[in-house]
């Protein structure tokens, strides 16, 4: 639990920081424009998001414990390569190493841990792992500030003294695990799927200053449909595919994986616009702004293990709703209460507070939600697909926030933002008020067939 948890830690102490030291990047690198700084977080996204099934796989084939430990110490590689980076193509092409560090981590680690759980405690150890990444929410804001205080390099060196504790302790004590007879995975519907969804993402950002009608962002947006259509193809007929059909026909998976998407949408569009705003329109430092954020997540730390007991008793569609439901109240409270003179408590600090709560309620219902209903054996390629939604809604989230505030932009400017992720966290919450009864799956060592996909959900 431990040792995979540290994994986890290190991913959410990663996205917060980065969030944290954009104002830095954008004075560091100060030629930049907003839309290209935005590739630091959206190339790690994207990649991280294309790569996650094929190393769920791989992590099935070649040993869970041993494509974590490779991921662990590539990611850990990586971050000290971003600390070195000379210039914004340098830092994100080492982003796009660590994504990878990170794609062949993650779904692993929740791999890892749940076989060594009953059927019935899995919700409170997703809990309790979602917790982990919710502590490291709430640690990265003040950490990122301190430490941009000397430099922005040591938000990514910081990774560094953990990723060498994590592995060391996981030689030790991980089991090994995997998959005989696992086929190899799609590595072509991976890259693929990362230039798609990087077509669809440039289209976005650009499209402000190439006009939206511009031949450029059409044919982004066309070069984008016409690579996703391939994979898509490319699912229903490859042995091991980037998406497995099957495992989308389990409704409860499928609804999940879908307002997983939407929630993070509006959830990384809510990271960077909150970073954005206290050192714009209100001029905090990026310490002060760091403090000022990390209540939210510290919220979400608290509310997580005991919004998934909740969900255990009344329902994860009831609990999920709820949180969605705060989120999207939060963004109302911003809305129509922030303005260009700083009031930090009578304005900011409320809808962070209840923003933080919703989060809590959301992430480990959903991710509960879809890990529940797997068989163990799907336990890795399971989490990939579900993981994959949040980051495709996350540098969706983020594409589109660029595309709305413009550069430069003034506090009227962040209204458009705050409507986008209330209406879009509502959609997500309707989503999950649909996703009905949650059954545990008892475990199997069939694979599942597409003729009985319910045989999953007994």
């Known amino acids: 639990m431990v040792v995979v948890c540290l994994g986890a830690f290190m991913a959410g102490l990663d996205l917060f920081i980065v969030n944290i030291a954009f104002p830095a990047l954008q004075v560091q690198f100060a030629g930049s424009s907003l839309g290209g700084l935005s590739w630091v977080l959206n190339a790690y996204t994207i990649v991280f998001a294309a790569l996650l099934v094929p190393a769920g796989r791989w992590a099935d084939a070649y040993g869970r414990k041993r494509v974590f430990l490779t991921g662990l110490a590539l990611f850990t590689l990586a971050s000290a390569a971003c600390a070195a980076a000379w210039s ?8 796009v190493v660590q994504a990878v560090g990170a794609a062949l981590m993650v779904p692993t680690s929740l791999a890892l841990l749940l076989p060594e759980f009953k059927p019935q405690q899995r919700t409170v150890a997703v809990a309790g792992w979602s917790a982990v990444s ?29 990723g060498i504790a994590a592995f060391v302790l996981g030689v030790r004590v991980l089991r090994e695990a995997r998959e005989r007879d696992a086929a190899r995975p799609d590595g072509v519907g991976a890259v693929l799927l990362a230039a798609g969804i990087a077509a669809l993402v440039g289209g976005i950002v650009e499209g402000p200053d190439w006009g939206w009608g511009d031949s450029r962002a059409l044919g982004a947006w066309a070069l984008a449909a016409v690579l996703l259509g391939i994979v898509a193809r490319r699912c229903l007929h490859h042995p091991a595919p980037v998406v497995d059909p099957e495992l989308l026909r389990i409704r409860p998976f499928r609804m999940a994986v879908l307002s997983a998407m939407l929630f993070f949408a509006a959830f990384g569009a809510m990271l960077l616009t909150s970073v954005l705003f206290l050192t714009g329109p209100w001029g905090r430092d990026v310490l002060q702004a760091g403090l000022e954020i990390a209540p939210g997540p510290a919220m979400a730390a608290i509310f997580s293990i005991p919004g998934a007991r909740l969900a255990r008793r009344i329902g994860m569609a009831k609990v999920g709703a709820t ?11 911003w809305l129509t209460q922030l303005g260009p003179v700083p009031d930090y408590t009578g304005e ?25 209903v797997l068989p163990p054996e799907r336990f890795a390629t399971g989490t990939g697909v579900l993981t994959m939604g949040r980051q495709v809604g996350v540098a969706i989230g983020v594409a589109v926030l660029v595309a709305l505030l413009g550069d430069p932009h003034t506090a009227g400017d962040f209204d458009a933002a705050y409507g986008f992720m209330l209406g879009i966290s509502a959609v997500s919450g309707l989503v999950l008020g649909a996703l009905g009864k949650v059954e545990v799956a008892a475990p199997a060592a069939a694979p599942i067939s597409s003729a009985a996909p319910e045989a999953a959900t007994a």
Do not use: H, K
Not at 88 to 95: D, G, I, K, N, Q
């Open 134 to 162: 919710a502590v490291a929410a709430a640690a990265g804001p003040p950490i990122g500030g301190l430490l941009v205080q000397g430099s922005w390099r040591w938000v990514f060196l910081v990774n560094v003294p953990v």
């Open 348 to 372: 900011f600090l409320p809808g962070m507070l209840v923003c933080g709560i919703g989060v809590g309620l959301v992430i480990p219902t959903i991710t509960a939600a879809a890990a529940v």
């Open 323 to 333: 949180g969605t439901a705060l989120f999207a109240l939060a963004m109302l409270w």
């Open 88 to 95: 914004v193509e340098a830092l994100v092409a080492t982003r």
